[in-house]
């Protein structure tokens, strides 16, 4: 099924609007949604990070500005 939304047409706040209602609606049946293998190879490694005391946590902010600066 092809959907299409104008987006050109759509103010910022109607594309978040549109977001969440998609993300409410998703939430639903969390079921049906899968994680790809390579998220738990993730979790696993960042699990035993943390229990060898090699885990480093950060703030919120902190990760998102660290997160911006990566991505420039």
Known sequence: M???LPLEKMTTEEKL???EKLWDDLCQSP???SSPPWHEEVLLEREKRVRDGAGKFSGFAAAKDRI???NR
Do not use: D, V, Y
Request: aromatic share 8%.
């Open 2 to 4: 092809e959907f299409q």
């Open 17 to 19: 609007a549109a977001m």
């Open 31 to 33: 079921e049906s949604i």
């Open 68 to 70: 911006r600066k990566a």
